[in-house]
């Protein structure tokens, strides 16, 4: 299946109702919490998840246009952003992704994944450096991203 016929499928499936999101509270379950809700995927949340799908299929100029179309339409999705951010990683955007992934992790400094994505991001920027000062300064981000991901 090409990239463009995942699309249309996703989309099919959205606008037919067929995709849907199952929403459990974080906190344990008991009598005393809402039960969970199912409702049809959103647009944003389906754009985001056909980025995720395209970065694993090894497309990441498709991802980016995904991931900014949700932005366009929601420009606080944390999720949006990460996926923007490793997107432009992969294509060694590199400011463009450090941007990305900065402005996540200030939406959403509790999450211990935007920590990790941001580490993840310095270490991909150590391999790519062509001096080992370089390599150096983007491993010690990284080590301090990484060790801020506390669950």
């Given at each position: 299946?090409t ?11 959205l606008?037919?109702?067929e995709?849907?999101i199952i929403?459990i509270?974080?906190v344990?379950l ?17 754009a ?6 395209l970065?694993a299929?090894a497309?990441?100029a498709s991802a980016e ?19 923007l951010?490793e ?34 991001f ?6 790519a ?8 300064r983007?491993l010690?981000r990284?080590?301090i991203?990484r060790s801020r991901a506390t669950?």
């Amino acid at each position: 299946m090409t990239t463009m016929q995942a699309e249309r499928r996703i989309e099919h499936a959205l606008f037919d109702r067929e995709i849907e999101i199952i929403e459990i509270p974080l906190v344990e379950l008991d009598a005393s919490e809402p039960a969970p809700a199912i409702r049809p995927a959103s647009q944003n949340e389906v754009a985001v998840a056909l980025g995720d799908a395209l970065l694993a299929a090894a497309d990441p100029a498709s991802a980016e246009t995904q991931f900014r179309s949700a932005l366009a339409r929601e420009a606080g999705d944390v999720r949006a952003h990460a996926g923007l951010g490793e997107a432009l990683r992969r294509q060694a955007r590199w400011s463009e992704a450090e941007a990305e992934f900065l402005r996540a992790l200030d939406l959403a400094p509790e999450e211990p994944q935007r920590h990790l994505d941001l580490g993840g991001f310095y270490e991909a920027q150590a391999r790519a450096a062509d001096d080992p000062a370089s390599s150096k300064r983007h491993l010690a981000r990284a080590r301090i991203r990484r060790s801020r991901a506390t669950i």
